[in-house]
């Protein structure tokens, strides 16, 4: 990994996590409100309740890290361009792919790391189907 692209991964870095903050809270703007009356109305303790969010969490960050490694790569590339800093690197003898290589190949795991097996299906829920693992079995002969 050439300085270059240590460069361009830090400047996409920062603006990945913001993103991933911003876009998370977003999403489960809904769910902080129904675990706020939970305590409230209801009195349930701050520990379940904590327990329950970080349930809820991991099916919105199936949708916001690629959310967010989308903005990053954007957001990084405007500015570089911007800047005149890709016509630099053009100029140095830097083609565009390869000053694309790093990130290309970090923002492939990081959206193939959100959604594995172990932790969320292949469509973003527990077992894999929209209706969870009974979903998958064959449906009972008549």
């Known amino acids: 990994m050439t300085l ?6 830090k400047e996409m870095a ?3 996590l913001l993103g991933l903050m911003v876009f998370t809270f977003v999403l489960l703007t809904n769910k902080i409100l129904r ?6 109305s209801k009195g349930v303790g701050i ?3 904590l327990q329950l969010f970080l349930y809820i969490l991991p099916y919105s960050l199936v949708v916001t890290i690629p959310m967010s490694v989308l903005l990053a790569t954007l957001a990084t590339f405007t500015r ?3 800047d005149g800093e890709i016509l630099g690197l053009q100029s140095a003898g830097v083609s565009v792919s390869r000053s694309t290589k790093a990130p290309r190949v970090r923002s492939r795991n990081r ?3 959100s959604c594995t097996p172990p932790i969320v299906g292949a469509c973003g829920h527990p077992g ?5 693992p009974d979903r998958l ?3 009972a002969p008549l």
């Open 14 to 16: 920062v603006a990945f």
């Open 35 to 40: 675990l706020v009356e939970l305590i409230v």
């Open 137 to 139: 079995r064959p449906p």
């Open 128 to 132: 894999g189907g929209p209706d969870g």
């Open 47 to 49: 520990p379940t309740v």
């Open 80 to 82: 570089l361009a911007g």
């Open 4 to 9: 270059t692209d240590r460069g361009i991964i």
């Open 111 to 113: 959206v193939g790391s």
